[in-house]
């Protein structure tokens, strides 16, 4: 008897109790939709996170005056002086000397401001620094230019503007390069226009203007000799940790203390990033797991429909034996049945899944993990072979005449 | 002339000291106790005896549907317990037509389709397949009942699509227990003159029955009691058309023929 005939005589088998093999499909439709659906809400949140930190700079270390565990401060001998971030730390770590693995460092300045043009106004973070923050924190100039080193020479009241304070000040249309923004009570020319970044979670990335922090200290803050951080570029990623160590030993010496009493806090990115990455690894992992629970009860429901179904047709299988049909054929059928069973149910379920990965769901777009596909399409062909196999192996190993009194 | 005088008979069936034993709640139940029979080829033997005496048990170890506790069973030569479960499929597909005391049609499927299966499994076309079971269906009275699903059918009209499975792939051995238990005089005519004919052309045929008057279509007729073969005897087979059932089927004939379209 040919394969053929064999498969037909399966579907005829499906064919003849609709319900029961429509139920069965969909505990196999459902199993193999939550993994791929799951995987994807695991894989899109995993992204969002990355995304969002990424946005913030990569490769870059920020020290933050006044924080870390030594309070601001730090003792050296019976000495206590407040430890501020110096122009002269900005020289030793742009050394290549002393920090190799870094690529630039630009001193910030940070204040808030309310920006006015013609009577528009808008509340904006200041940042002064220099020409190498806006490539350091992924700023990209749209339009103009970026601020330059001779700006900060200069002491230059030029500012490119964020993508969000630009439109607050300006109406659609107008072009506001060349034009005079009041930032407190100096006048600023706008030289560029920041690409939006969108928003980090914490702060909105384009409500900024971006000056020289050489205007900013003149202009704003009335500071000259320190600034609040340090943004540092690292060469990679890779070596970023190298760069970590370089700098904390270059303020250490500076300050006069060790690097674990370092009174600054350094902000690793990279850092920042794996820990996010591995936590919402461990997050896309459970939601994997759920995910596999679901599609285990589905091949449950196979394997106890594929149980059920040859008790009910013990009968049939005496019959079909008694009149020739040999073990292989009835073990050929009952499996075939199985595994035609489970893989509509996994192309429905694959189909489903498809689907539903192109809603958001609770604030999170999915992103389809192609893995997942081949993953849930094997795992409930699996199923049903396995499901399928030992009920059909212990009908087919019946005598006849035992079937046939089966009742 | 008996069979086994003939030199061109050989033994079909040979049985030695057959034993079945069923435990039953610590019981032992003897269904047969010992039965020894050869059957040769070209014999219609009648197995007669009453409700319990281990008829169908017999006949079901001759079908290989079933293996004795103990004792021998040579089909054809060979000892069925040195067969592996693919040759007995082979055996029970080809060479044995089985019909059942229950029927065993298969109830999710239509006559036709139910006396097509055999030759499904011995892989014949489906085209001569259809013809085929057309035929057999036609010889036993149901031309008409073809589509129709066993549910849909009366416990004779059942009993005749068994005998169309049985017949339709022209075994060289019928078994058929009680094959006329459920059918009106004219459809065991039927029945018996399809059985009749098989024999004519040489085949074995086994059939239990109850009946004198179908016993008497046999060459040699069996009576077993309690498991145990009381009388075996060789007689001539009445003509179907000398015996009262051939008048029972005058009677009825008109009712009969009215009731078919
Ligand atoms: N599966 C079984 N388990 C236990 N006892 C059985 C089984 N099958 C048959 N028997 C017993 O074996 C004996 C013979 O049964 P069998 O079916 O062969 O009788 P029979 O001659 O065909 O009767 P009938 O004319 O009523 O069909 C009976 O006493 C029956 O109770
Ligand atoms: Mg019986």
Redesign the pocket.
């Known amino acids: 008897m040919s394969i053929l005939a064999n498969a037909l005589m399966a579907l005829r088998g499906i064919n003849s109790n609709k319900l029961r093999s429509l139920l069965t499909m969909l505990g196999v439709l459902i199993g193999v939709a939550a993994v791929i659906v799951l995987l994807a809400v695991g894989t899109g949140s995993s992204q969002a996170v990355a995304n969002s930190i990424n946005r913030l700079g990569t490769n870059t270390l920020t020290v933050f005056s006044g924080g870390g565990f030594g309070g601001g401060t730090s003792q050296a001998g019976t000495q206590t002086r407040n430890a501020v971030l110096t122009q002269t730390d900005v020289t030793l770590i742009s050394d290549p000397n002393s920090a190799p693995d870094v690529q630039s460092v630009s001193p910030v300045v940070t204040t808030s401001e309310t920006a006015t043009h013609q009577g528009a106004s808008a509340t904006t973070s200041v940042i002064g620094s220099t020409p190498s923050y806006l490539p350091a924190s992924n700023y990209t100039v749209q339009s103009g230019r970026s601020i330059s080193s001779a700006d900060v020479k200069a002491h230059a009241l030029v500012v490119d503007l964020g993508s969000s304070t630009a439109s607050s000040l300006f109406a659609t249309g107008s072009n506001p390069l060349g034009k005079q923004v009041q930032l407190g009570s100096s006048e600023f020319t706008v030289i560029g226009l920041l690409a939006s970044k969108g928003s980090s979670g914490l702060s909105n990335g384009d409500a900024v203007a971006i000056a020289p922090y050489t205007a900013v200290q003149d202009q704003l803050t009335g500071e000259s000799q320190s600034f609040s951080q340090l943004l540092v570029q690292g060469k990679s990623s890779a070596t970023l940790s190298l760069a970590q160590s370089e700098v904390e030993s270059i303020l250490a010496a500076q300050n006069d203390t060790t690097v674990t009493n370092l009174p600054f806090s350094v902000l690793n990115q990279a850092s920042l990033l794996s820990t996010a990455t591995s936590s919402s690894k461990t997050f896309t992992a459970l939601l994997g797991w759920v995910a596999a629970v679901s599609l285990l009860v589905g091949a449950i429901g196979v394997m106890n429909i594929m149980l059920v179904t040859v008790t009910e047709r013990t009968r049939e299988i005496g019959i079909r034996k008694a009149i020739g049909a040999p073990k292989s054929v009835v073990l050929g059928q009952f499996l075939i049945e199985a595994v035609v069973i489970s893989l509509l149910g996994g192309v429905l379920g694959v189909l489903a899944g498809l689907f539903v990965v192109r809603f958001r769901i609770d604030g999170v777009q999915p992103v389809l993990a192609t893995y997942s596909i081949p993953l849930a399409f094997g795992v409930a062909l699996l199923v049903g072979v396995f499901a399928g196999l030992y009920p059909a192996f212990r009908a087919a190993s019946l005598r006849p005449i035992d079937a046939l009194?089966h009742e | 002339m008996g069979p086994d005088r003939s030199p061109n008979r050989w033994p079909v069936i040979a049985l030695s000291n057959i034993v079945k034993r069923?435990v039953?709640g610590g019981n032992d139940?003897y269904?047969t106790r010992g039965v020894s029979l050869s059957v040769s080829s070209g014999e219609f033997v009648a197995i007669m005896?009453a409700?319990?005496?281990?008829?169908?048990?017999l006949m079901n170890i001759i079908g290989c549907l079933d293996v004795p506790t103990s004792g021998h069973y040579r089909l054809d030569g060979v000892n069925i317990r040195d067969l592996d479960d693919r040759e007995l499929s082979r055996i029970r597909n080809r060479k044995i037509g089985f019909v059942f005391?229950g029927f065993n049609l298969l109830p999710t499927m239509s006559a036709i389709a139910n006396v097509e299966l055999p030759m499904a499994y011995a892989g014949v076309p489906s085209k001569e397949r259809r013809h085929r079971a057309e035929g057999a269906l036609e010889s036993v009275g149901l031309a008409d009942r073809m589509g129709h699903f066993p549910n849909e059918m009366s416990g004779g009209q059942q009993q005749r699509v068994a005998v169309a499975r049985a017949i339709v792939t022209d075994p060289s051995l019928i078994l058929a227990d009680e094959p006329t238990g459920n059918l009106d005089s004219k459809s065991s005519v039927d029945v018996m003159s399809a059985f009749a004919s098989l024999h004519a052309q040489g085949r074995t045929v086994v059939m239990i029955t109850h009946e004198e008057d179908i016993a008497a279509y046999a060459t040699r007729v069996v009576r077993l009691r309690d498991g145990i073969i009381t009388q075996d005897h060789h007689q001539t087979p009445s003509h179907p058309h000398e015996s009262h059932l051939a008048h029972a089927r005058q009677a009825e004939g008109s009712s009969a023929l009215a009731g078919r379209p």
């Open positions: 009194r | 069923y039953m139940v269904a005896g409700s319990g005496s281990g008829k169908s048990t005391q």
